[in-house]
């Protein structure tokens, strides 16, 4: 078993060290400094001044280590993830959002005309509905997942900003339905990847993987889409960097303006159609 690291409590005269105690932990020192400013809910330009910590809030700092050293991801340990200036509470059960995700939010929102219906499929955490619904509040929005858990998160975060969230495979919640936008951020992992250890093993096999080559959920999500869009209405899907050309493929029989756009890192990130 890992000893839990030991650390230097401050009296309230003598300034928190730190530096020096960041770079004293067993972890990466970005990791120690971003756990002591979700502690103190504190910006990093808060480590200009100097830092006050308490006898409690060292001994959960260093629990907090602790839990990073056996492998547990960060947003887990603090239990929330920022997300297009949001705060999202996360936990076991649903995936952590990631910034690339961000970029899916932005092509939503461009174009979403007053009073539209839009559908957010794989909800996860509901970080994508929760980041349109402080935008757009003129939207309609309906949040979906088939994971009990992740929707337990999703519900927390969207209590009371007027989203309806329900249970089920794809689709299937929203039988009969038509929106003017669907945004997805689908499983799309290659079941055979490797993944850091913080994430396999620690975020939900659901949330991650999706067949052999990835595209399982996207294939099926790509052939339905069109019969809960309303005509002209777009479907805004993250996509696996590499699986921009097949994706296409699959989409051109069902959609116009198929389009792939890149992240900052130039990696293929979103996929854009219109039906
Ligand atoms: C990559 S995560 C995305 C979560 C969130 N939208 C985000 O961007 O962080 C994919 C989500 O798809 C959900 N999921 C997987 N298979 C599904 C299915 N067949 N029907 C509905 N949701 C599914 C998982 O539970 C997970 O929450």
């Known amino acids: 078993m890992s000893r839990v690291p030991r650390v230097a409590t401050t009296d309230p005269a003598t300034p928190f060290d730190w530096r020096r105690w960041c770079a004293a932990q067993a972890i990466p020192e970005e990791e120690t400094r971003y756990l002591l400013l979700e502690l103190l809910r504190l910006p990093p ?3 200009a001044a100097p830092l006050y910590l308490t006898g409690r809030q060292t001994r959960r700092l260093a629990g907090w280590v602790a839990r990073r050293r056996r492998g547990a991801p960060l947003q887990y340990i603090t239990g929330r993830a920022h997300f297009f200036g949001e705060m999202v509470r996360v936990g076991p059960g649903c995936l952590v959002p990631r910034p690339e995700t961000e970029l899916l939010v932005e092509r939503a929102l461009d174009g979403l005309e007053g009073g539209a219906r839009l559908l957010d499929l794989a909800t996860g955490s509901g970080c994508i509905a929760l980041a349109i619904a402080h935008r757009r509040p003129d939207v309609q929005i309906v949040a979906t997942d088939r994971s009990a858990a992740a929707l337990t998160w999703a519900r927390r975060n969207l209590r009371g900003v007027g989203v309806t969230v329900h249970r089920g495979d794809l689709f299937a919640p929203v039988a009969g339905e038509r929106f003017d936008c669907i945004c997805c951020n689908p499983p799309y992992v290659e079941e055979r990847a490797i993944l850091p250890s913080d994430v396999r093993g620690c975020e939900p096999d659901a949330a991650l993987f999706s067949g052999m080559d990835g595209l399982d959920h996207i294939r099926r999500i790509v052939a339905e889409a069109p019969a ?4 002209g209405g777009r479907l805004i899907m993250e996509i696996g960097t590499g699986q921009g050309d097949a994706i296409t493929r699959l989409a051109r029989p069902h959609f116009t303006e198929v ?17």
């Open 228 to 231: 809960h869009l309303l005509p």
């Open 45 to 47: 330009s808060a480590l």
């Open 259 to 275: 389009a792939i756009h890149r992240d900052y890192g130039n990696h293929e990130r979103i996929f854009a159609g219109r039906r």
